[in-house]
């Protein structure tokens, strides 16, 4: 794999994990304004400012995804998702002050382990 066709993989998986976190956020938001002023949930998420970025960076991601697909074989990009996996639990953690337990990071850190694993038999 070339530099720069890593470089497009961590951004896909990057950008994906950071669309996913806004998402979240935006819909947290929209759900609490939705609960007190009534009307659709789906209504008030289209105009929640978090959850339109969310959208546009997840787009973002999936093009950078396919991008990705043209370069790298889908055996070497695919594992890639394992670190949107670790992404995730940790923004979801410090970002969004979700609880997190230990069971949830040491799966997640068993996942990143594969992803290593797999890296490892690459380089055969």
Known sequence: MTLPSVLLLLFA????????????HGMRSA??????????LMTR?????????GLVVFGV?????????????????????????LLIVLASSTVLHERTSVWTW???????AGLVTVMAGQQR
Not at 31 to 40: I, L, P, Q
Not at 61 to 85: E, K, R
């Open 61 to 85: 991601s999936a093009v950078a995804w396919m991008s990705t697909l043209a370069q790298v074989p889908l055996n070497i990009a695919y594992p890639f998702n394992a670190l949107g996996y």
């Open 31 to 40: 759900a609490v304004v939705a609960e007190h002023s009534g009307g659709s």
């Open 106 to 112: 040491a799966g997640s850190l068993m996942v990143v």
């Open 13 to 24: 998986v990057f950008s994906s994990a950071a669309g996913q976190i806004m998402l979240k």
């Open 45 to 53: 998420a289209a105009t929640t400012p978090w959850v339109v970025v």
